[in-house]
């Protein structure tokens, strides 16, 4: 169990319902957008083989990949973390104001290294 008293099953299958709904969003997104897989493929210039492995909802999407199909989409991500359960009801709050956006290129120039 890890120090924040969760298994690692637990993490690993919180970690999948996320892409699959990262994954959902962006299947809607493209739909909204009149884009097919191979045109996030050419924005991206990935193979369309790599957009299928994104869009299964299996794979561990990255920041960084986030952010690609952000900036080749001319799209925004919205990343917050929320209370939830006896936090949310205690009134806990994980920041004072809204999420902030990040574009392909905000991800880029934040980086700390």
Same mark, same amino acid.
């Given at each position: 169990?890890?120090?924040?008293?969760?298994?690692?099953?637990?993490?690993? !299958?919180?970690? =999948?319902? &996320?892409?699959?709904?990262?994954? *959902? /969003? #962006? @299947?809607?997104? %493209?739909?909204?957008?009149?884009?097919?897989?191979?045109?996030?493929?050419?924005?991206?210039?990935?193979?369309?083989?790599?957009?299928?492995?994104?869009? !299964?909802?299996? =794979?561990? &999407?990255?920041?960084?990949?986030? *952010? /690609? #199909? @952000?900036?080749? %989409?001319?799209?925004?991500?919205?990343?917050?973390?929320?209370?939830?359960?006896?936090?949310?009801?205690?009134?806990?709050?994980?920041?004072?104001?809204?999420?902030?956006?990040?574009?392909?290129?905000?991800?880029?120039?934040?980086?700390?290294?």
């Amino acid at each position: 169990m890890s120090f924040f008293g969760r298994s690692e099953g637990s993490a690993e !299958s919180a970690g =999948a319902q &996320l892409a699959r709904q990262a994954t *959902a /969003s #962006l @299947a809607g997104l %493209l739909a909204g957008l009149g884009k097919s897989r191979s045109d996030l493929a050419k924005a991206m210039g990935v193979s369309p083989g790599r957009v299928s492995q994104i869009m !299964s909802g299996d =794979a561990n &999407l990255t920041v960084r990949t986030l *952010a /690609s #199909l @952000a900036e080749a %989409l001319d799209a925004d991500v919205e990343i917050r973390f929320s209370p939830r359960g006896a936090q949310a009801a205690a009134g806990v709050s994980a920041h004072s104001g809204e999420p902030v956006p990040l574009r392909g290129r905000d991800v880029a120039a934040r980086r700390v290294g």
